[in-house]
Structure formats: C-alpha cells, structure tokens
C-alpha cells in the first residue's frame, strides 16, 4: 500500500512559478515510477511527467520546457515545479505511483488544486 499527498497548489498569475510536491508514505526507490498527472473540467486526465526508480524522467508534450519532475529520496517526495503558467495549466493535479510488488499496483494522490488567472 502506498499512501500519496500533494501539496502546494494554489492560485497564481499567468506567467508565474509554482512547485507541487507529493509525499510518499514508501520508499520511493522501491517504487517503480511516480508521476504527475492533471485534469481540468469535461477532460480526461492527463499525463505530464513520470520519474522511474533510478531517477530517469519522462515528459509529455504539456509539460515540455516549462515543468521539472524532480523527487528527494531522503524525504521520499517527488516534486513538480512549474514555469511560465497560463491560464489553460488551471487543473487538479494528480501524484501518481506504480508499484510492481507482488504484482503491479497503481496508487493516486487525493489531487491539489491549481489556478493561473489570467
């Protein structure tokens, strides 16, 4: 069982910073992957960027050249900082891990908030 919580969204101007995290209640080196995932009203969730085990990332279209994935295995978070927001990054954004274990497990974060005004 892996237990996932965000933290730091919020409501920010078009153009700002913003940095999510999500604390993991397993080791996230014994996890095989973790990502951030959004989703806005009437849209399917989306996948943004994805870190594995050994700290290789993945990024998706949405998130190319303006969100880092990042994650401190000593505080076993991952975090998403987020550059040059506009008012269509509005969503809920999701903590995502997949867990292999005894089989293949995927776990969500109860999602935060984030809002770019324009």
């Known amino acids: 069982q892996v237990h996932l919580v965000e933290s730091g969204g919020g409501l920010v101007q078009s153009g700002g910073s913003l940095t999510l995290s999500c604390k993991s209640s397993?080791?996230?080196?014994?996890?095989?992957?973790m990502g951030w995932y959004r989703q806005s009203p009437g849209k399917q969730r989306e996948r943004l960027a994805i870190i594995t085990n050994t700290g290789g990332t993945i990024y998706e279209d949405p998130a190319k050249g303006r969100f880092t994935i990042s994650r401190d295995v000593s505080m076993n978070t991952i975090d998403l900082q987020m550059n040059s927001l506009k008012p269509e990054d509005t969503a809920t954004y999701y903590c995502?891990?997949?867990?292999?274990?005894?089989?293949?497990?995927?776990?969500w974060g109860q999602g935060t908030q984030v809002t770019v005004s324009s």
């Open positions: 995502n891990a997949l867990h292999i274990g005894s089989g293949p497990r995927e776990y």
């Open positions: 397993m080791t996230i080196t014994s996890i095989h992957m």
